[in-house]
């Protein structure tokens, strides 16, 4: 069974982690809320209780996830123990996404050289390495990208199927093909 960390910084995006974690929990894959602290505050304000601290555990699991949110991305790029534990992770060759403005963590240690991604827009003016694809989300190898809060749910989907999962199952369990079929007038 695939378990799957969302790392939770003060000032992250909820929409992005929250979003992520019930996804999968609906695909049922284990998937765990991991704190700088044991409660964390949001972009939003939003206060969440981690299942867990950060801690060296983090390499157990097999996907580790970076939601967005300026100041919670600000935190992790100043993480020094949770920047050493992403290249432990990634030289396993372990999943390790990151969504919105979160890729600049993994520019920071070096994950994108050669790699192809996509971060929330502007960012590839801020990452000088690896190849910029305008997509929703992209996946290269162990590295997993995706743009912005509002394509949470294809990012999560996409992490549903690449853990073997049956994302179709889950998204047309939350009438992810009917969501727009008939607006209101």
């Not at 284990?30 to 969440?48: F, K, M, N, P, T």
């Not at 790029?77 to 999943?95: A, G, I, P, R, S």
């Amino acid at each position: 069974m695939n378990k799957v960390a969302i790392i939770i910084a003060p000032g992250f995006e909820e929409g992005e982690a929250l979003t992520i974690a019930d996804i999968l929990k609906r695909a049922n894959i284990s998937c765990d809320l991991i704190g700088i602290q044991r409660y964390v505050e949001g972009g939003h304000h939003i206060i969440v209780q981690c299942d867990d601290i950060l801690d060296e555990t983090l390499i157990d699991y097999d996907m580790v996830i970076l939601p967005g949110g300026y100041e919670g991305v600000d935190t992790m790029l100043h993480h020094q123990q949770l920047l050493d534990l992403l290249v432990k992770m990634n030289k396993l060759e372990k999943y390790i996404c990151a969504m919105c403005a979160a890729p600049v963590v993994l520019a920071k240690i070096n994950l994108l050289v050669d790699k192809k991604y996509t971060a929330y827009q502007g960012y590839d003016q801020k990452i000088n390495q690896g190849q910029y694809l305008d997509n929703i989300v992209v996946v290269d190898h162990n590295i997993i990208t995706g743009r912005g809060p509002a394509t949470v749910y294809a990012f999560a989907y996409k992490i549903v199927e690449v853990l073997n999962g049956d994302a179709l199952a889950v998204k047309n369990k939350m009438l992810y093909y009917h969501a727009f079929d008939k607006e209101e007038k």
